[in-house]
């Protein structure tokens, strides 16, 4: 199992450009998250989703959209990046909630994204 | 905003010796976990605590949570230069989500 998978693993922008990045779950999970991490604020969520078809926002959702149209993909959208965009950004899956087991977040590698 | 900060904020220390690593938080939790990342990968789950619980190990792990005190504390005995990592807090708050809120992270050097 890959487990979860990012794309890409590095991308610069231009101020405006757009751009989507992937992530993939092999793990069967219901729950994805996207967070960004900024250099002393660790991790913070931007969307998150429970399942297919459903998303939702987290704490800095302002300039991302995302996607959850197949159950192991979740799609981070910058339609106009700016460099305040600049940023690590991770995504997470999980089971759910039926168990403290599940509850465990499983991470991608990240993505650095860069916007001049 | 950031529920949990943790402190210190970086610790250096000698392989073989232990480590501590506290965290703090604002609200009242479900449970309370704690995640390493080395440098330049994701995070990688260590261990979770229910509010219920007061102390859990796993291997040389051990991590203490006062929910009293709205704290948690981790602690790495035997320390090895493979320790080297941050280490970061989060709360999970209840909900049907499981939606985490992070803590600033400890950076954590072991020298060989």
């Known amino acids: 199992n890959a487990g979860v998978t990012q794309t890409p693993k590095f991308r610069v922008l231009k101020t405006g450009q757009s751009m989507t990045l992937l992530c993939a779950q092999d793990?069967?999970?219901?729950?994805m998250y996207w967070y960004r991490q900024d250099p002393g604020m660790g991790l913070r969520l931007i969307h998150y989703?429970?399942?297919?078809?459903?998303?939702a926002k987290g704490e800095v959702p302002d300039g991302y959209n995302v996607s959850r149209l197949k159950k192991q993909n979740f799609l981070l959208g910058l339609e106009s990046a700016a460099p305040s965009q600049t940023s690590v950004y991770f995504c997470?899956?999980?089971?759910?909630?039926?168990?403290?087991?599940?509850?465990?977040?499983?991470f991608g590698p990240g993505t650095r994204l860069l916007v001049l | 905003s950031q529920q949990g900060e943790e402190d210190p904020q970086a610790l250096s220390i000698q392989e073989g010796e232990n480590a501590t690593m506290n965290c703090s938080y604002k609200?009242?939790?479900?449970?309370l976990q704690w995640y390493r990342q080395n440098s330049g990968r994701g995070l990688v789950h260590l261990i979770l605590?229910?509010?219920?619980?007061r102390e859990k190990h796993s291997g040389r792990l051990r991590v203490t949570l006062d929910t009293s005190k709205k704290s948690s504390s981790l602690l790495i005995t035997a320390s090895r230069a493979a320790d080297t990592a941050s280490y970061f807090c989060?709360?999970?708050?209840?909900?049907?989500?499981?939606?985490?809120?992070f803590g600033t992270g400890t950076l954590l050097a072991v020298q060989p």
């Open positions: 997470a899956s999980s089971y759910g909630p039926l168990t403290l087991v599940e509850k465990t977040q499983y």
């Open positions: 605590i229910r509010s219920n619980e």
């Open positions: 989060a709360t999970e708050r209840g909900g049907a989500t499981n939606k985490l809120i």
């Open positions: 609200t009242s939790i479900n449970n």
């Open positions: 793990m069967n999970h219901e729950y």
């Open positions: 989703s429970v399942g297919e078809g459903t998303t």
